[in-house]
């Protein structure tokens, strides 16, 4: 049983949108402004803030403000050049052609080129990096650093999300690294990026501040810092945005749907909701002689009601998946079978495996 998970977030409206906010000045509502800081709270803290080492949503989400990929997705999900200016694919959808950008730099000032990219494949396949990410990489067959600004990677058969992988996991800084062990490298903590913030402070169990990359091949930021709060506590965290110590949380399905439904934070807040790669499931354990009957897996499907579990302990902020993917995004398949609630079909199932009351 999979279950797609509606994220729920809470802005300040003073903040991410100043257009709602009457008496702001003289600015028009449509057009935005240099300056000011976000306070995010986060129940988790980043354990590190090198990507290809990351495996936290906390270490990402930081870690993505600092770094960039070759690649990215847009808002409607969809791959978008970053640091790669255009590519080609081969007929035969092999060989990937990535263009870099000219003239990128880190934030140290040394400018970004292709050997970057080939000194963080090496570093992602190299079995001494203890990266969960490696098996994407390791389908390649051949990686060639054509130009200063041009990379190119064939992969020894088809393989669909092979695009996709050249986000930021890919991208180090070779000038830094090469030759260090990356685990001990000071970069988890002290980072030199190509994003559109950097680093200025961490203090452990409290707080990271981002400062705008002033410099970022983008344009500077809108805002000169983002602030990441580190508050382990959900509900200390919901009774911190109402006392404005965070602008921007996420919320848990109550929440979002009860507690927030109140005229002070329709008033001083925006909430939003979108669909995200988010999911929950029963992993079934092949080798327990239980679950090799595919009729009691089968059972099991059928006997779960996912709508159920949607409206009561999701209030209603979920739908039924299939899989780990979102409806309408490419990977989707509309046609994987469904197992629709029916407790007397998975009875029927378990009784022709021999299973009784």
């Not at 057009?31 to 709270?41: C, I, N, Q, R």
């Not at 902020?317 to 899989?323: C, D, H, M, P, Y």
Request: hydrophobic share 40%; proline share 6%.
């Amino acid at each position: 049983m999979r279950s797609h998970i509606a994220v729920t977030i809470l802005v300040a409206a003073a903040l991410l949108v100043p257009w709602t906010v009457s008496g702001t000045g003289s600015v028009p509502a449509d057009t935005p402004a240099y300056g000011d800081a976000l306070v995010v709270g986060s129940i988790g803290e980043p354990s590190t803030l090198i990507p290809v080492l990351a495996g936290d949503s906390a270490s990402h989400e930081v870690a993505g403000l600092i770094f960039n990929g070759l690649v990215k997705y847009d808002t409607d999900l969809k791959i978008i050049g970053d640091l790669a200016e255009s590519w080609e694919v081969s007929d035969d959808g092999l060989t990937i052609t990535f263009r870099l950008r000219k003239g990128v730099r880190w934030t140290d000032g040394v400018e970004f080129t292709a050997d970057d990219v080939m000194f963080g494949y090496r570093t992602i396949i190299d079995e001494k990096t203890p990266t969960a990410y490696k098996e994407d990489f390791l389908q390649v067959r051949k990686a060639e650093v054509l130009d200063r600004y041009t990379f190119r990677v064939t992969y020894g058969e088809p393989f669909a999300p092979a695009l996709s992988t050249w986000g930021n996991l890919p991208v180090l800084p070779r000038h830094l690294l090469e030759g260090k062990d990356i685990t001990k490298s000071a970069l988890g903590r002290n980072p030199v990026g190509l994003g559109p913030f950097k680093l200025k402070q961490w203090i452990p169990g409290q707080k990271l501040v981002l400062t705008a990359n002033r410099d970022y091949f983008k344009g500077r930021p809108y805002l000169d810092y983002y602030i990441y709060r580190v508050i382990p506590d959900q509900a200390t965290m919901f009774m911190e945005l109402r006392a404005g110590g965070v602008d921007l949380m996420g919320l848990t399905p109550i929440q979002y749907s009860k507690q927030t439904d109140t005229r002070f934070y329709r008033e001083n807040f925006q909430k939003f909701r979108y669909p995200v790669f988010a999911y929950t499931y029963l992993g079934f354990n092949l080798k327990h002689p239980f679950f090799k009957d595919i009729n009691v897996r089968r059972a099991i499907a059928y006997a779960i009601d996912k709508e159920e579990i949607i409206d009561v302990v999701l209030f209603g902020l979920g739908s039924v998946a299939t899989g780990p993917y979102v409806p309408g995004t490419w990977p989707y398949n509309p046609d994987v079978r469904k197992y629709e609630y029916n407790p007397e079909k998975a009875k029927e199932l378990l009784r022709a495996s021999g299973w009784k009351d």
